[in-house]
């Protein structure tokens, strides 16, 4: 049994999965550039953009996967590893192919008869453990491990094949090149020569060898005329950009200064020490690193919102409200919106509450799945005296995270002093009810 439950937890670890438990990286700059890199190959995929997200994901190995719904995650060291714009673009379009193919729903298709023919093997071992044939029994359950997993990976490369091809397609059809795409699957197969995998290996994994797959796209990309297309240069620039920042604040501050030494003096060094040095609280060092950033383009957003956030943590609030103010107005990025609001608040002015609350709410209409805008509208709330809708922003911000006692409790609390049938009293009746269902339900299963 304990060789069953082995091979089951491998099976169901093959699935692809939600990595719920790694950190979601926010930032504003980031998520803008997913949103304009994935936008035309969603749309080549059939697919609309204000339905489908890219979401970043805190792991520094290189992966992307879906795991239901139309939301792809790439993981951070995805997009370090990578050297242009155009390889990420790749990534997601692989990762389109898995949502258009409806590839996680499907996954018990191959889980199932895996499972179905581990079961079969084990009956067949207790079988013959019962006519005396202990040699027998283990080898039939040997046997039947070996084929059900065989076959879930067999299932699992056919998906991945399917998906490297509706890539390819949506690339050609959003007229993207696809040298992004072969450029980075060999450096999967560097990686899979590092780690010793070679084609001889190929039925021991869930994916085909990179070499083979760049064999099998390379025909359909170079012959599109979208392959002799030049890269986008405003993508690639604001990916360096972007990268840099990811390198300052993922990387230790040493790998970081390492990498962009003090005497590198390009934009994107500026950005990754300005990280670095905030950090590892080096305040002066950093605001140093954000100056020369807004010197050179003083009304960039998001170099106006990295002095500010430095500032704010720093312990300016009142100092960050210039850079934040002008950010949140250039772009009106929730997260951006979200900072400023955090801003107003810290700084303990009664005159800046109308302000952070007008921000804040903007925010959460923009971003409704942010916890901590949330939160610090319910603090605004609570210092003006409102605690109806100080309760119904701690219900908001709880069902976010998942507590479900606190947004039922809260829920309940503001319905109690709010309006009846304003739309503030609709929404807290209907986490009310909501979450009160899910708590029953919850017990229901216990």
Same mark, same amino acid.
């Given at each position: 049994m304990k060789k069953l439950a082995a091979v089951l937890m491998l099976l169901l670890a093959l699935v692809p999965q939600a990595a719920l438990a790694q950190s979601i990286l926010r930032d504003a700059e980031t998520e803008a550039l997913l949103a304009d890199m994935s936008r035309p190959l969603i749309v080549a995929a059939g697919l609309n953009p204000k339905d489908v997200q890219v979401v970043l994901v805190g792991d520094s190995s290189i992966n992307a996967f879906v795991a239901g719904g139309q939301i792809v995650f790439v993981n951070s060291g995805t997009l370090q590893a990578a050297d242009s714009a155009n390889e990420v673009q790749g990534v997601i379009a692989h990762e389109l192919g898995h949502v258009v193919g409806g590839h996680v729903p499907l996954a018990d298709r191959g889980y199932k008869p895996a499972l179905g023919i581990q079961i079969l093997s084990l009956l067949i071992g207790i079988a013959a453990a019962a006519a005396g044939s202990g040699e027998g029994a283990a080898g039939a359950i040997a046997a039947g491990q070996q084929a059900a997993l065989g076959k879930y990976l067999a299932f699992s490369r056919d998906q991945e094949a399917s998906a490297d091809a509706a890539g390819a397609r949506f690339l050609n059809g959003a007229g993207i090149t696809g040298k992004g795409y072969l450029s980075f699957f060999?450096?999967?197969?560097?990686?899979? %020569?590092?780690?010793?995998?070679?084609?001889?290996?190929?039925?021991?994994?869930?994916?085909?060898?990179?070499?083979?797959?760049?064999?099998?796209?390379?025909?359909?990309?170079?012959?599109?005329?979208?392959?002799?297309?030049?890269?986008?240069?405003?993508? $690639? $620039?604001?990916?360096?950009?972007?990268?840099?920042?990811?390198?300052? =604040?993922?990387?230790?501050?040493?790998?970081?200064?390492?990498? =962009?030494?003090?005497?590198?003096?390009?934009?994107?060094?500026?950005?990754?020490?300005? %990280?670095?040095?905030?950090?590892?609280? =080096?305040?002066?060092?950093? &605001?140093?690193?954000?100056?020369?950033?807004?010197?050179?383009? *003083?009304?960039?957003? %998001?170099?106006?919102?990295?002095?500010?956030?430095?500032?704010?943590?720093?312990?300016?609030?009142?100092?960050?409200?210039?850079?934040?103010? $002008?950010?949140?107005?250039?772009?009106?990025? *929730?997260?951006?919106?979200?900072?400023?609001?955090?801003?107003?608040?810290?700084?303990?002015?009664?005159?800046?509450?109308?302000?952070?609350?007008?921000?804040?709410?903007?925010?959460?209409?923009? &971003?409704?799945?942010?916890?901590?805008?949330?939160?610090?509208?319910?603090?605004? %709330?609570?210092?003006?005296? &409102?605690?109806?809708?100080?309760?119904?922003?701690?219900? $908001?911000?709880?069902?976010?995270?998942?507590?479900?006692?606190?947004?039922?409790?809260?829920?309940?609390?503001?319905?109690?002093?709010?309006? *009846?049938?304003?739309?503030?009293?609709?929404?807290?009746?209907?986490?009310?009810?909501?979450?009160?269902?899910?708590?029953?339900?919850?017990?229901?299963?216990?």
């Open positions: 060999t450096k999967l197969t560097a990686l899979e %020569y590092r780690y010793g995998i070679s084609r001889k290996d190929s039925f021991l994994l869930d994916h085909p060898v990179s070499s083979d797959r760049i064999a099998n796209l390379t025909d359909t990309l170079k012959t599109n005329p979208a392959w002799g297309k030049p890269l986008d240069g405003n993508l $690639e $620039e604001r990916f360096r950009r972007v990268k840099a920042k990811l390198a300052g =604040y993922a990387d230790d501050a040493e790998v970081t200064l390492r990498k =962009y030494p003090p005497t590198d003096q390009s934009l994107y060094a500026h950005y990754a020490r300005a %990280y670095a040095y905030h950090k590892s609280g =080096y305040p002066e060092k950093a &605001d140093e690193e954000t100056q020369a950033l807004i010197t050179a383009a *003083p009304h960039d957003p %998001y170099f106006l919102e990295i002095r500010g956030q430095i500032l704010l943590e720093s312990g300016q609030p009142l100092a960050a409200l210039a850079p934040l103010r $002008e950010a949140s107005q250039a772009t009106k990025a *929730p997260l951006i919106l979200t900072t400023f609001g955090h801003a107003l608040i810290a700084t303990e002015n009664q005159a800046n509450f109308a302000e952070a609350e007008k921000v804040l709410r903007l925010a959460v209409a923009r &971003d409704q799945d942010n916890p901590f805008a949330w939160y610090q509208l319910g603090v605004v %709330y609570e210092r003006k005296g &409102d605690t109806a809708r100080a309760l119904l922003a701690t219900a $908001e911000r709880a069902t976010l995270t998942g507590d479900l006692r606190t947004a039922a409790t809260a829920a309940r609390g503001a319905l109690a002093g709010l309006p *009846p049938n304003s739309t503030d009293w609709i929404r807290a009746q209907d986490i009310a009810l909501t979450t009160q269902n899910q708590l029953q339900d919850a017990k229901g299963q216990r």
